[in-house]
């Protein structure tokens, strides 16, 4: 995310310039071509049992509308329902919100609205669970499965609206008790929709989950579902967070495709943004300055400027109150809504108030960060405390990230370039330590650190080893050519996989995806090569990363915490012990042949685990190593 942030902010001005509207759209008029100022009846008190945003009563036939605005002279509520004429709003005793009542409406049909705020400004509801967008859903082709029947925009009307509904046609979900996995035996798989399958729509995913069930990964992790700006998008510029982005398809579809993938062993978590949001929030625009484009003082979520050196979009204020009861708002509604099982919270290491220039500054250590990000942490757990994952893609000094972790938290543990060095055959800057947890500062556990070689933010292995692969081998050997590079990254992911700790794996990743990251521009859509499963290098690749992660998962070693490595220099070496096995994995990463002395602990017979086959060793043991020949050797067979 961080490499993101000058480009993403590019491309949504100049999507802005392309479509004819401005980031943020305050309407000064009612719609109907002059401006209204409502009366307000000061003083009343919220009814008992009434929610942010709507809350349905008397069976749907009548509504309570609550949107939380502190210091504004006058909100009214607009809609289907009143003609798009103001009815003024109640303001409470102590100034923060504001409310009405709506009877006469019919339960089963969908209404949009907005809020008028001091005759001028028209926005959508912060908490609304779909909105409709002039700008953007006329290019979610209705003619398909993606999102039928979907509402027209209202005549006349202008900015994004909210959309209502209190008989919705509810889920019924089929497994309501499913049992997470281990975070110690995590092997999750991050995807992008968009960028996965070519419709682009939960539905088509959830028939594609043989893919994954195959692979054998026990999490698939969703970047941003939530309403973001546009259509096609990474989806780290949000401005609604409790409606799913229609461009993927109803929330039916995605609790289907959560549902599916409980039934398969696979938990869900989703790529959760509250580093920042964009111009189409509410919540920006209720307190935003024309003439600087930044917040107000008055904002009681946002910062006028950002803190830290890495936020896009505008910055939320997390020591604010305001902030801390949307964003837990935000966090349960998930939970409970859509029975996710974790969260990644992208830019965690924002959620700070200590202002920093510069990365040094930014990844300090910061009490207050902790602090903040304990307070959530608590939240979540006391919200379900059934093994809830919350990964942290933080990136600070090992003191905070041990802390955190000591509390149950995990964080992101980005090995790209190391391992990419170790992949293109260039030894002297492959030396991939980092992936193991005792390379951490005070870590004695490796159930925190998730691992990975690639992300949605990191450049894809193989396409640099296509690109800048070691071409200097004997015998011509050429880390570019396909077939050499894709066994190397079997060799890479042989280290990975059989690293202590929860580990992520990338869309693709497991047949080679090739397609350089800022093809199509960084956030732009990428080229989806289903039939890379049909070569045969690349199946093989496929099936090496399917029978790892089996292996991972099945057998207990793999979370030892007694454990030797030497990741640096040609010849790579792991030993892992517990449970009554030992594992030796070694590697050779060099382009040429290397002849070392691998340190088995015992002489005798070894089983290989890759190859089926076995070895009789006699101490010492000196292997010579083809370029990119590996082996994982155990004493006693793996399952």
Not at 251 to 273: F, Q, Y
Request: charged content about 15%.
């Amino acid at each position: 995310m961080r490499k993101l942030f000058l480009l993403l902010t590019t491309c949504v001005l100049l999507f802005c310039a392309a479509c004819g509207k401005k980031s943020l759209d305050p309407t000064p008029d009612n719609g109907n071509g002059g401006t209204v100022t409502p009366p307000v009846a000061n003083g009343k008190a919220l009814p008992s049992g009434a929610k942010d945003g709507v809350t349905f009563i008397n069976n749907g036939t009548s509504a309570i509308f609550n949107l939380i605005a502190p210091g504004k002279t006058s909100v009214a509520v607009i809609g289907e329902f009143n003609n798009w004429q103001p009815t003024a709003m109640n303001v409470t005793p102590d100034g923060n919100n504001w409310w009405v009542q709506i009877d006469g409406l019919d339960a089963n049909k969908e209404y949009a609205y907005q809020f008028l705020v001091d005759g001028t400004l028209k926005v959508a509801d912060p908490y609304c669970e779909k909105i409709l967008d002039p700008s953007n859903d006329q290019y979610i082709n209705q003619k398909t499965t993606v999102y039928p029947n979907l509402k027209g925009y209202p005549t006349g009307q202008s900015g994004i609206v909210s959309v209502m509904q209190a008989n919705q046609t509810a889920y019924s979900w089929k497994n309501t008790s499913f049992a997470r996995p281990d975070k110690k035996n995590l092997v999750i798989y991050e995807l992008h929709v968009r960028d996965f399958v070519a419709t682009h729509d939960y539905k088509t995913l959830k028939d594609t989950l043989n893919y994954l069930s195959n692979l054998g990964v026990n999490a698939v992790e969703l970047m941003p579902v939530n309403e973001f700006e546009g259509n096609s998008s990474w989806g780290y510029n949000p401005s609604f967070y409790f409606a799913p982005d229609k461009y993927y398809g109803t929330k039916n579809d995605l609790k289907a495709l959560i549902d599916e993938c409980h039934s398969r062993g696979m938990a869900v978590i989703l790529d959760m943004v509250l580093n920042h949001s964009f111009g189409q929030s509410p919540m920006v625009q209720l307190y935003f300055d024309q003439a600087s484009q930044k917040p107000t003082a008055a904002n009681p979520w946002f910062n006028i400027n950002a803190t830290h050196p890495y936020s896009v979009g505008y910055d939320f204020n997390h020591e604010s109150a305001a902030t801390k009861y949307f964003s837990k708002n935000v966090m349960k509604f998930w939970m409970q809504e859509y029975h996710i099982d974790g969260y990644r919270f992208d830019l965690a290491k924002g959620f700070t108030q200590h202002v920093s220039s510069d990365d040094a500054g930014f990844a300090a250590y910061d009490a207050s960060r902790v602090a903040i990000w304990k307070e959530y942490n608590s939240f979540i757990k006391s919200v379900d405390p059934n093994n809830f994952y919350v990964i942290l893609e933080h990136f600070a000094v090992d003191q905070e990230e041990k802390e955190l972790t000591d509390n149950g938290m995990m964080v992101w543990c980005n090995n790209n370039y190391n391992f990419n060095e170790a992949t293109m055959g260039w030894v002297p800057t492959s030396n991939f330590s980092r992936l193991y947890y005792t390379n951490h500062t005070g870590f004695t556990q490796p159930d925190g650190i998730v691992g990975y070689m690639e992300s949605h933010d990191e450049e894809r292995l193989m396409y640099k080893n296509e690109m800048y692969g070691n071409t200097g081998g004997a015998n011509g050997y050429n880390v570019k050519t396909i077939a050499t590079g894709l066994a190397r990254q079997e060799a890479a992911a042989a280290f990975l996989l059989t690293a202590p700790g929860p580990k992520m794996i990338w869309q693709f990743g497991e047949v080679g995806y090739d397609i350089n990251i800022d093809y199509n521009g960084r956030t732009g859509e990428k080229p989806i090569h289903w039939e890379y499963n049909l070569d045969a290098n690349r199946h093989k690749l496929y099936k090496a990363f399917a029978k790892l992660i089996k292996m991972k998962i099945a057998n207990p070693v793999f979370t030892a915490s007694t454990m030797t490595y030497n990741a640096a220099g040609a010849i790579k070496t792991e030993t892992l012990s517990g449970s009554g096995v030992t594992v030796v994995v070694v590697g050779n990463f060099d382009v040429n042949a290397q002849s070392a002395t691998v340190a088995f602990p015992t002489a005798g017979t070894w089983y290989d685990y890759m190859s089926g086959t076995t070895i009789n060793v006699a101490l010492p043991y000196t292997a010579t190593l083809a370029p990119g020949e590996y082996h994982i050797y155990s004493n006693v067979a793996l399952k």
